[in-house]
């Protein structure tokens, strides 16, 4: 057990190293952009929306990773029922959504502050993600369950055999893991000259930070015993690379969000614009899910 414990260990240290490798490789080879100035914020200035909602979601995710790290860590889950899940979940992601309805300037003068609810960019990214995660949660989870047999064994009030409590959980890690894939993306995308090679350094980051990302994801909760995997080995293996599809798609889509949202000659997204952007990348996330889940010959259930 142990000897197969450290076999993953060093597979998993090889993958990454040589993820690091190639995208380390592919940026040395860039052309460096003339005039533009390198960034990972946004521009505070052209961007100001953007600029205020990704500084929220910047401070405030040192604030959840801490007090869920000490539910972790202490085991504090132990003492926790159905509800209990229910209101601690759904406390952790309130701050992410009411703050476009009680706090619209975040504390960065955001001109969401002069407009419509509705037409907020924070309320709109924080949609975006919102819809994105049920549909991940309601449809995803059961790939998970067919494929890498994972189960949840918590309890909990649930909806198509997936805890509610996880869609809330899941809306607060996927606005931290969107925030630094933004970040990636500008950075190269302002520092580098545009043509093929910044494309490949583009996509090779892409792939890269997804496998990280969910990688990280399963070790960081392997500790919490009711989220659990057939097989764990395979899980951090194979299954980064499973989840990690997710990000594929939902990383650039939502580096491109509402791009016009802060020019004034420009029309932004509508609400439902959002909703009908997130459901249609959900469903090509969907969709490469079943490829994947077709091609290893394994039965889907759903519900049961």
Not at 51 to 76: D, H, K, N, R, S
Not at 189 to 212: D, K, P, Q
Request: hydrophobic share 50%.
């Amino acid at each position: 057990m142990a000897s197969q414990a450290q076999d993953v260990a060093v597979t998993m240290a090889i993958v990454l190293a040589t993820m690091v490798a190639v995208v380390g490789g592919i940026s040395a080879l860039q052309t460096p952009s003339k005039g533009a100035a390198s960034r990972f914020l946004p521009d505070r200035t052209t961007e100001p929306s953007r600029y205020a909602y990704e500084m929220f979601v910047m401070i405030y995710t040192p604030i959840w990773i801490f007090v869920f790290g000490i539910v972790v860590v202490f085991q504090l889950y132990e003492d926790f029922d159905a509800w209990m899940y229910i209101k601690f979940c759904g406390g952790m992601m309130m701050p992410l959504l009411l703050q476009p309805i009680v706090y619209p300037s975040a504390g960065f003068d955001s001109p969401d502050q002069a407009r419509p609810l509705l037409e907020r960019y924070s309320f709109k990214a924080n949609l975006w993600i919102l819809v994105y995660s049920f549909i991940g949660n309601y449809w995803y989870t059961h790939y998970f369950y067919s494929v890498l047999k994972a189960s949840y064994s918590m309890p909990s009030h649930r909806l198509n055999n997936v805890p509610i409590a996880m869609i809330f959980a899941t809306h607060f890690y996927f606005s931290t893991y969107h925030f630094f894939s933004n970040a990636i993306l500008r950075k190269i995308t302002t520092t580098y000259a545009a043509g093929a090679m910044r494309t490949v350094l583009f996509c090779s980051a892409i792939l890269a930070f997804s496998y990280f990302t969910a990688f990280m994801e399963t070790l960081t909760i392997s500790s919490y015993p009711y989220y659990a995997f057939e097989d764990r080995d395979m899980a951090y293996t194979v299954g980064s690379a499973f989840y990690g599809i997710y990000f594929l798609v939902s990383f650039p889509a939502f580096f491109a969000f509402d791009p016009n949202v802060d020019d004034p000659k420009q029309t932004s997204m509508t609400v439902w614009e959002v909703i009908v952007s997130s459901c249609g990348y959900g469903m090509m996330i969907l969709n490469l899910l079943d490829f994947v889940r077709l091609y290893l010959d394994i039965p889907l259930t759903v519900g049961a």
